[in-house]
């Protein structure tokens, strides 16, 4: 008797194990936080909607991070910044579901809950990751991993070649298959100081005339700032007629309409002035940056150095005689 019954105890809590399991999964596919486990930094639970809520305080320290991070600094610098290990900070502003998404055991759901990082921030990203892992090992050149070939697309690699210090198509080094794109490329092999002084020559020269950072950069005139800031005070003016009109009981129900398109309108605008106002600060800090270059850059560290381009440098695409150098365009 006792071994039947241990075998349908055994039997109950497996079901109820498995009833568990589905109520879960239940919740996530409905957008709701599948509870249980750690709440995810930037949010708050909300027992009673069973959503998560985004903690106003932890968003903008996301954010930060976030910044920083696009901006060149590791998560080893931001441990120090934050106090927190670096491993958990790459937890958090990595985390899927600040997009709005529930995760669960592999899949993805889109949840009730706000998203606190759009898709394209979350894009930048992970290519971030991706390029700061595929060149942690490979920093020891100036431009490591940024020269292109112009002729098969490959990269570049430097090589020590005696006393001198070369760069040529990865096409052409035949024991790492796995980099070739054309094996029949014979693109140019350079000098790497040839490649090196084109780029500082570049930099330097916008250093030297702002016109050119700014055509480069593509910095947002005023009037385009004007003109979003104009249209946002119309609308804003609309709407406060239109709750005027609902507040006389004039056509309600058309009013609450135009005043919906309107609030999504305003919602639109106020981020176009923000993202715009964001990126000609980030270009006026390069370009604060570019200003003492010339006189500053035989002081830095090769770090400082690295760090500026990858700032500012794409890439740099080889083709014969020619080097086209190509900028971060925000």
Same mark, same amino acid.
């Given at each position: ?16 194990? %498995? ?37 106003? %305080? ?55 809950? %706000?998203?606190?990082?759009?898709? %394209? ?210």
């Amino acid at each position: 008797m006792i071994g039947i019954l241990s075998v349908f105890a055994q039997l109950e809590r497996e079901t109820i194990l %498995e009833r568990t399991r589905i109520g879960i999964q239940k919740r996530a596919e409905s957008g709701l936080w599948r509870g249980g486990g750690k709440i995810p930094y930037a949010y708050d639970y909300d027992s009673t909607l069973g959503i998560l809520v985004p903690n106003k %305080e932890r968003v903008e320290k996301l954010h930060n991070m976030i910044s920083l991070y696009l901006d060149g600094l590791s998560f080893n610098k931001l441990e120090s910044i934050f106090g927190m290990d670096e491993s958990l900070i790459s937890q958090i502003i990595l985390n899927r579901t600040n997009l709005g998404i529930v995760p669960y055991k592999g899949q993805e759901f889109k949840g009730q809950h %706000e998203a606190v990082v759009t898709e %394209e921030t979350y894009n930048r990203l992970i290519e971030t990751v991706k390029m700061r892992s595929k060149t942690r090992t490979e920093r020891h050149y100036l431009l490591s991993g940024k020269i292109y070939c112009g002729k098969c697309g490959a990269k570049y690699r430097y090589q020590k070649w005696g006393k001198r210090l070369i760069c040529y198509c990865y096409s052409q080094q035949k024991s790492k298959p796995k980099f070739i794109k054309d094996p029949n490329c014979q693109n140019k092999r350079w000098d790497s100081f040839e490649i090196e002084d084109a780029v500082l020559e570049c930099l330097f020269a916008m250093a030297l005339d702002e016109n050119l950072f700014r055509t480069n950069y593509k910095l947002t005139e005023v009037n385009v700032l004007e003109k979003y800031e104009n249209r946002l005070i119309k609308v804003q003016k609309q709407i406060e007629n239109l709750v005027n009109f609902i507040a006389d009981d004039i056509a309600v129900e058309v009013t609450k309409k135009k005043l919906e398109n309107l609030e999504q309108e305003k919602e639109t605008l106020e981020k176009e002035i923000s993202d715009i106002k964001s990126k000609n600060e980030k270009n006026i800090n390069k370009l604060d940056i570019l200003k003492n270059l010339q006189s500053s850059w035989f002081n830095m560290t090769f770090d400082e150095q690295r760090l500026i381009i990858e700032h500012i440098v794409d890439k740099v695409i080889v083709t014969n005689n020619n080097i086209d150098i190509k900028l971060k365009i925000s």
